[in-house]
């Protein structure tokens, strides 16, 4: 008789594992499983363990184990028989089907030509009801289109056309039906079909409710099918990542359709109401030589020998134009040079730009107002715009007027009355620059579109104008949208010579280079203004769009972007006698663990957590994302446990450089207080820098980090009892955005529990799956962390990104 020898420490159920003493198998039941009761087994738990003979109860357990996988072999073995043989008759079937040939019956009317959405009865003809009816009046119709959608009832097959966002239902029956690009027709095939429209039946539907009812079509070019087919490469509720990678194809998508259209239309509509309004489109330039909103955030380049810069606003160039044309706007390309990963973050975005002259500041609200509130309603005037917007952002209303008005302030006693800190956990004080958590609180509990005015000078740009009420503030401001906070920022601009050349000198900034723009204030200057509208952040609002990077056309890559884990690359490893695994961490979302001896099968990641065995886990210990992204690869410690087993927590926790294999610690470092996010010039001393932008950019300044520093190991680093701050912040996250029992287990990856993980049975629950549809909360969560990161796990202070993530998750399942 055989013996089996099973280490339940050292051991492993991998398939080539034969049950020796030197490779022992991990669990009694796999190896009775495969070797049966004609086969003695020992078994020790623990290495130091001599070999035992296995119990009789651990053996009655491995008999019924080994019962049921024979159980469900056996009808595994029966689903594939099965499978095979319908596969068998498939594939019978369509090659009948190539046999099968149909052609443009020459004896019918010649077809006309129409478009999907065509409704005049003069060129389409009329519609036929039934069989009976005399066909009098019929036309018979030519289309094309991409198949959108394809049915098969009985013998027939219903194919819904796309061209642009018009839809057309189409059937196919009798032989057209059994032809074999009939049977193997796939989504994004584009077709011709020629027929004849009939109205659909009672109580069906179709768009316009009518049905082109072919009696010939044709395949222009085919769309693959099986793992190429575009459901299976960008499925509607598929992976963010992934969408983001085949954007080219994702864009097919409804959704992304229906936010390009809502954007023509509201490109449109400002266009529309700035020629009402006879201000002037012009063109400035992208590339330039001269900063408007501070030396940190620009995209450097050389042009022939010189520095210079893809631009940050047109503020400056409009400007030189209202001598020349008056009143005038652009709709251009803007850039900032800001490595930032928020929802709202975009490095290029559309910026709707003017500037005015001789007027008030008081001129310049009353026309804001009027260019949002007319924007909205020409957009609601296009039925299929406003049919979107309903159908994405249902409680939308249209903004009442007139905008409340709101001192800088009257925010910040606002603010202190209900306890709202700052990002340094204080109350707010004049000269605070008010960070984007506090001021999306109070835009979303007054529930109303604010125009917050009047920011002190210290955290404005040089050339705004100051108010001469109050010198120590300028006559600024932000316009504040519930649901998305600052998407307008505008100014007075300073029109006084002396009083620039002071702005230049405050800030530090050589005038030399902007003599054109002073010489502006030389040659007949006037009181003017302007304001620059981020066209995303107003789609946003528009459409209720949680993350602004699916409103590009397309997003420059960035290893941030594309997440990319190479076992080749990264092999697993030993150090100090543990088991360890290398990991190339180019990105945030997800982190794919390959499988080794020691580990099984498993995808951590912000939005999921996917298991090849549902009461196992991966605990990954890290003292915070930003630290682990500092370094290229490292050998990160990861532990198999049960959900039950909350992992232990370090109060340092250490890693490994992959290429030195020095050993790392990585500090709980905290930035204090507002780190300087955009400096209005790179060149001179300390000062207050301005952090607030003269007009709406693509995202709030990203707060910079200090980057971990390797530190010489902590000797006898005390072993923590309790969930570490990141370890608390990751499971009330993690939490609230997935649910409790995977939420603890989350929790555990960074360091700790606030409570013991959830039972194995409640982990077997399916992981809920961040749909495209419904919006990535990944971000909501990252944000989160960060703040509670930064700001010491201070709640008052990042309980605004927590709220945001419970809406976030709230919309989702919807």
Same mark, same amino acid.
């Given at each position: 008789m055989a013996v089996i020898y099973i280490d339940e420490e050292a051991g492993s159920d991998?398939?080539?594992?034969?049950?020796?003493?030197?490779?022992?198998?991990?669990?009694?039941?796999?190896?009775?499983?495969?070797?049966?009761?004609?086969?003695?087994?020992?078994?020790?738990k623990k290495d130091d363990e001599e070999w035992k003979p296995a119990a009789k109860s651990a053996l009655k357990k491995a008999v019924a184990y080994a019962a049921q996988q024979k159980k469900k072999q056996e009808a595994a073995a029966k689903r594939a028989e099965k499978d095979a043989q319908d596969e068998a008759a498939r594939l019978a079937v369509l090659e009948e089907a190539k046999k099968i040939k149909i052609t443009d019956d020459p004896s019918l009317p010649k077809p006309v030509s129409i478009n999907l959405n065509e409704a005049n009865s003069s060129v389409i003809g009329q519609l036929r009801k039934s069989k009976d009816e005399p066909a009098e009046g019929v036309k018979r119709v030519s289309v094309v289109g991409r198949v959108n959608r394809v049915a098969k009832q009985g013998g027939l097959i219903f194919v819904t056309l796309r061209r642009g966002l018009n839809y057309m239902q189409c059937l196919l029956s009798g032989d057209l039906s059994k032809t074999y690009?009939?049977?193997?027709?796939?989504?994004e095939t584009s077709l011709e079909i020629i027929g004849q429209l009939w109205e659909v039946p009672a109580g069906a539907h179709a768009p316009l409710d009518r049905e082109l009812r072919a009696d010939y079509f044709r395949v222009i070019a085919k769309a693959p099918g099986g793992d190429d087919a575009f459901t299976n490469q960008v499925p509607i509720d598929g992976d963010t990542q992934t969408l983001y990678n085949l954007r080219h194809l994702t864009l097919r998508h409804e959704k992304p359709a229906a936010i390009m259209y809502v954007r023509d239309v509201v490109e449109d509509a400002f266009h529309t109401v700035y020629k009402e309004l006879d201000v002037k489109k012009v063109s400035p330039p992208a590339l330039v030589q001269t900063q408007v909103e501070g030396g940190s955030t620009l995209f450097k380049f050389d042009y022939y020998g010189e520095t210079s810069y893809l631009t940050q606003?047109?503020?400056?160039?409009?400007?030189?134009?209202?001598?020349? @044309?008056?009143?005038?706007?652009?709709?251009? =390309? $803007? /850039?900032?040079?800001?490595?930032?990963?928020?929802?709202?973050?975009?490095? %290029?975005?559309?910026?709707?730009?003017?500037?005015?002259?001789?007027?008030?500041?008081?001129?310049?609200?009353?026309?804001?107002?009027?260019?949002?509130?007319?924007?909205?309603?020409?957009?609601?005037?296009?039925?299929?715009?406003?049919?979107?917007?309903?159908?994405?952002n249902p409680d939308f209303e249209k903004p009442s007027r007139p905008f409340l008005r709101m001192r800088y302030t009257d925010a910040i006693d606002w603010l202190r009355e209900r306890g709202i800190k700052n990002e340094d956990g204080n109350d707010h004080t004049f000269g605070d620059d008010i960070a984007e958590a506090a001021e999306r609180k109070m835009t979303d509990e007054i529930n109303?579109?604010?125009? @917050?005015?009047?920011?002190?000078?210290?955290? =404005? $740009? /040089?050339?705004?104008?100051?108010?001469?009420?109050?010198?120590?503030?300028? %006559?600024?401001?932000?316009?504040?949208?519930?649901?998305?906070?600052?998407?307008?920022?505008?100014?007075?601009?300073?029109?006084?010579?002396?009083?620039?050349?002071?702005?230049?000198?405050?800030?530090?900034?050589?005038?030399?280079?902007?003599?054109?723009?002073?010489?502006?204030?030389?040659?007949?200057?006037?009181?003017?203004?302007?304001?620059?509208?981020?066209?995303?952040?107003?789609?946003?609002?528009?459409?209720?769009?949680?993350?602004?990077?699916?409103?590009?056309?397309f997003i420059l890559a960035r290893d941030s972007i594309h997440s990319r884990v190479s076992t080749q690359e990264c092999p697993s490893a030993a150090v100090d006698g543990k088991s360890w695994m290398a990991l190339d961490l180019q990105?945030?979302?997800?982190?794919?663990?390959?499988?080794?001896?020691?580990?099984?099968?498993?995808?951590?990641?912000?939005?999921?957590?996917?298991?090849?065995?549902?009461?196992?886990?991966?605990?990954?210990?890290?003292?915070?994302?930003?630290?682990?992204?500092?370094?290229?690869?490292?050998?990160?410690?990861l532990q198999t446990q049960p959900f039950s087993t909350p992992p232990p927590t370090t109060t340092t926790p250490v890693f490994y450089n992959l290429h030195s294999t020095a050993q790392i610690t990585m500090p709980r470092q905290r930035s204090v207080g507002r780190a300087p996010s955009r400096p209005t010039a790179p060149a001179p001393a300390a000062k207050p820098q301005q952090t607030r932008p003269a007009a709406t950019h693509a995202a709030p300044p990203a707060g910079t980090h200090p980057s971990p520093q390797a530190m010489p190991p902590q000797a006898g680093a005390p072993v923590?009892?309790?969930?570490?701050?990141?370890?608390?912040?990751?499971?009330?996250?993690?939490?609230?955005?997935?649910?409790?029992?995977?939420?603890?287990?989350?929790?555990?990856?960074?360091?700790?529990?606030?409570e013991p993980a959830a039972a194995p049975v409640q982990a077997q629950a399916a992981p809920q799956e961040q749909s495209w549809n419904q919006g990535n909360c990944a971000p909501a969560a990252q944000s989160f962390t960060k703040c509670m990161d930064e700001h010491n796990g201070n709640m008052q202070i990042c309980n605004w990104y927590l709220e945001q993530l419970k809406a976030c998750q709230a919309a989702a399942g919807q």
């Open positions: 991998l398939p080539e594992v034969q049950g020796t003493e030197s490779a022992p198998y991990k669990s009694l039941l796999e190896a009775y499983f495969r070797h049966g009761a004609e086969s003695e087994y020992q078994v020790k690009d009939a049977l193997t027709l796939s989504r606003s047109s503020q400056l160039y409009l400007e030189t134009v209202l001598p020349v @044309l008056g009143d005038c706007y652009c709709i251009e =390309k $803007s /850039f900032r040079a800001e490595k930032s990963l928020t929802r709202r973050h975009l490095s %290029e975005y559309s910026h709707v730009e003017a500037e005015l002259d001789f007027i008030t500041f008081e001129n310049l609200l009353d026309h804001l107002e009027h260019v949002i509130c007319r924007v909205i309603d020409l957009t609601l005037e296009n039925p299929v715009a406003a049919e979107a917007i309903k159908k994405y109303r579109p604010i125009f @917050l005015t009047h920011f002190p000078a210290e955290i =404005k $740009s /040089f050339y705004m104008m100051r108010a001469s009420d109050d010198p120590r503030v300028t %006559e600024s401001v932000d316009v504040l949208m519930p649901g998305v906070g600052e998407i307008v920022g505008g100014s007075m601009r300073i029109w006084d010579h002396e009083e620039l050349m002071a702005g230049y000198k405050r800030e530090g900034i050589d005038p030399t280079g902007y003599f054109w723009y002073t010489d502006q204030r030389k040659y007949g200057s006037t009181p003017h203004g302007g304001y620059g509208l981020g066209a995303e952040r107003f789609l946003a609002w528009l459409l209720k769009l949680w993350t602004h990077s699916i409103l590009p056309l990105a945030l979302d997800p982190w794919c663990i390959a499988p080794t001896e020691a580990l099984r099968v498993g995808c951590i990641s912000t939005s999921s957590l996917k298991f090849a065995s549902s009461d196992w886990a991966q605990h990954l210990y890290a003292s915070s994302v930003p630290g682990i992204l500092s370094f290229p690869i490292f050998l990160l410690h923590s009892q309790g969930p570490g701050l990141f370890g608390q912040m990751a499971s009330t996250a993690a939490g609230v955005a997935i649910g409790s029992s995977v939420g603890h287990a989350i929790g555990g990856l960074f360091g700790g529990s606030s």
